[in-house]
């Protein structure tokens, strides 16, 4: 199991936030996440095998938010 850290921009309200989780939870491989609307950065619990932090991060740039991984 890896932890990724992804920093996001385009987040403006708690609906933004609902949505970027539920993209990173309908993620195969992703097993869980929290998103921060203060820090605008989402911490996902997934197996790297299965879905590495650039795939995650493009999911979010298809739905129109910046997003990269934050280096650790």
Do not use: F, W
Not at 5 to 19: A, E, P, R, T, W
Not at 47 to 62: F, G, I, K, M, N
Request: proline residues 1%; contains cysteine.
């Amino acid at each position: 199991m890896k932890t990724t850290i992804l920093s996001i921009d385009g987040m403006h309200c708690d609906g933004c936030v609902q949505v970027v989780q539920h993209l990173l939870e309908q993620q195969v491989g992703v097993n869980g996440c929290s998103v921060s609307l203060d820090s605008k950065q989402a911490r996902i619990a997934h197996d790297a095998d299965q879905v590495s932090a650039e795939t995650l991060a493009e999911a979010l740039r298809a739905a129109g938010y910046k997003a990269s991984p934050k280096e650790s």
